[in-house]
């Protein structure tokens, strides 16, 4: 399977409920994002990108430390949940074989596994 047909397919798939996803199923994640956050020392002034960034909570919840957040995903029903959650964050509709940022400008980026 090429890579464009992977995205589309995830797309489509991560695209068919965001809503039910960003406010059920992924504050059950909640406890598990503040140990990582914990982990990265993610505080007032990290820089901080999240690679694959879903609906945006470990992005808000780094936001609330003061850090200054970006996230890329495949998904724009998801990505308008992360605008909505972190106005002041940069998010970004791209694969993450495509970083389009520069080398060295955040502190901590984090992908899922």
Request: net charge negative; glycine share 10%; hydrophobic share 45%.
């Amino acid at each position: 399977m090429r890579i464009a047909e992977i995205v589309a397919e995830q797309r489509s798939l991560w695209g068919t409920a965001p809503r039910d996803w960003a406010e059920v199923a992924e504050r059950e994640n909640e406890p598990l994002f503040l140990r990582v956050l914990d982990a990265a020392g993610v505080a007032a002034g990290t820089r901080l990108l999240g690679i694959g960034c879903g609906s945006g909570l470990l992005r808000e919840l780094a936001a609330a430390r003061g850090a200054d957040v970006a996230g890329l995903d495949i998904t724009p029903e998801l990505l308008e949940i992360a605008r909505e959650r972190v106005p002041a964050g940069d998010f970004r509709e791209t694969d993450m074989s495509v970083l389009p940022f520069a080398d060295g400008n955040f502190d901590v980026a984090e992908k899922p596994a």
